[in-house]
């Protein structure tokens, strides 16, 4: 691992670093998609909202190349199967995107309040264990991009009750 960061950083530092093995890429997308959300977490696995709105959007967790998680299993039915959410009020911003997969929920989250912002995904078990994992480092993307194109999630409370 330490010889790789010094491989990326020997060609940020020489301005060269065109070699896919050295990217600083932080997605999950494939070459024709739009990466509308994206992040690393403190595990060193990323998380990726990729697709072509208004036609495609999947979720995506794990290490390129290997996804741990892809949902929904055929992207064209992600505008369907991903919901929308959003708050704001003064100095304050939260948008999710969330979904259930397999008894789990999971809401890929970003918020910004006081100027300060925090995105990851959200993790909720049926029994209601619930765990989080955050984005470390830089954030690609938002999701209030999204919000035209997904349907509103009718069960998220920071909707509050406002689908229409």
Known sequence: MRRRLETVLACLLAGSCTSPAT???EDLCHAGETTY?????????TLSLCGSVPSALQYRYGRAPKVELAFPPDANDGLRQLGYAHY????????EV????ADVDYA???YTEDGQRTAGVRVTTADGNGHEVACAGAIRGRLDTLGTSLRCDPDNALNGGACR
């Open 23 to 25: 990217s600083l890429a």
């Open 37 to 45: 959300f994206s992040c690393r977490t403190a595990p060193g696995k």
């Open 88 to 95: 704001t009020r003064y100095q304050a911003e939260r948008t």
């Open 98 to 101: 969330g979904f259930s997969h």
């Open 108 to 110: 890929v989250f970003d």
